[in-house]
């Protein structure tokens, strides 16, 4: 099976479903008795989208742009509106996660390392039992590390996703370093010349600094084993957490470099407004979304996917 063979356009649009509902069904709905757009119902719109955890700064570009569009296509009906909005709305989400990019970076280096990061239940434990599926369904042979020492059932979590995943699990007992968990995992890596290593880490509040410190000791810890390591330092954020997420990509930047996002939970919010801005004002790329809580609920970000679930 082909890397995110399982892309599903079906289970986007229903885990979306809120969001679609306070978003693009409310921004329809202003339209009501009205065959063109103006000015009062751009207003209107926006406060849609601001209203939908888009944020002030990029529903107005998202605002200025579709003005500017509508300018130029010479027409403020109602259809030309709906899609010009939908068009505007992808450009701002950027480019989507291209998997044979993807797959060359993972194909460059030996064990390919990635650092999963994150507040507590933001959902990194799942997500890595959800990405450690994919990369073993396509052929690799992936380790997964528990280097969350910090809560007692963290290893049994992590050692169910691995058994569903048929990936070996280095863990160790509650309270130890989790630098030597990932130290561990490296070297039996190496042993075992694995082609993926997947290291867990423990829930940390952004605010806590000691716990922050220790991410970046991981961090060092990993580049001794493998001058290249980590290749990748996912920072796993929920979906439902609004502006906070914002918040805390760049309270953990201060710590450690943040490759890329992976935005869960995306089922059953009605916030996956902040994708919007989460793209528009971070310059870190939203990798993979969840939407839902299954061993295949989680896709490579395709911000035209994204849309147009959103717009079905
Ligand atoms: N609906 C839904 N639930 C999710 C998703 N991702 C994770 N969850 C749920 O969120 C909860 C927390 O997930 P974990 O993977 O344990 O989160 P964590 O970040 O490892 O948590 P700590 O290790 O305690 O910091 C679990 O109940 C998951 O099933 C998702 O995409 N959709
Ligand atoms: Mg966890």
Not at 138 to 158: H, K, W
Not at 176 to 188: E, M
């Amino acid at each position: 099976m082909a890397l995110f063979d399982n892309i599903n356009l079906e289970k986007l649009k229903a885990g979306l479903s809120k969001t679609k509902n306070k978003l693009v069904d409310r921004i329809s709905e202003t339209f009501t008795g009205k065959a063109q757009v103006d000015e009062e119902l751009l207003e209107e719109i926006e406060e849609i989208l601001i209203s939908s955890d888009i944020g002030m700064d990029t529903t107005e570009r998202i605002i200025e742009n579709t003005r500017r569009s509508l300018k130029e296509k010479n027409s403020r009906d109602r259809d030309t509106f709906m899609q010009t909005l939908e068009e505007e709305l992808i450009k701002i989400l950027g480019k989507p996660t291209d998997l044979d990019e993807e797959i060359n970076k993972i194909k460059s280096c030996k064990p390919f390392v990635l650092l999963i990061i994150g507040i507590n239940g933001s959902g990194k434990t799942t997500t890595i039992g959800k990405l450690s599926s994919q990369f073993k369904n396509s052929g690799y042979d992936v380790i997964v590390g528990s280097a969350d020492t910090f809560r007692a059932a963290a290893n049994e979590q992590l050692e169910v996703w691995a058994n569903r995943s048929k990936v070996k699990i280095i863990q160790s007992k509650t309270g130890a370093d989790p630098s030597s968990v990932a130290f561990d995992t490296l070297q039996a890596a190496k042993q075992d010349n694995a082609d993926i290593v997947i290291i867990d880490t423990a829930g940390r509040l952004h605010t806590k600094k000691n716990l922050m410190e220790e991410l970046r000791k991981i961090n060092n810890v990993l580049s001794k084993v493998f001058l290249y390591a980590p290749n990748e330092v996912y920072l796993v954020v929920d979906g439902n957490s609004g502006q906070n997420a914002l918040i805390q990509a760049r309270e953990f930047s201060k710590f450690t470099h943040i490759s890329g996002l992976i935005v869960t939970k995306l089922d059953g919010t009605a916030k996956g407004g902040i994708l919007f801005q989460i793209c528009d004002e971070l310059k870190i790329p939203v990798k993979f979304i969840g939407v839902g809580e299954g061993i295949d609920d989680l896709q490579p970000f395709v911000p035209e996917n994204y849309v147009k679930a959103l717009f079905s």
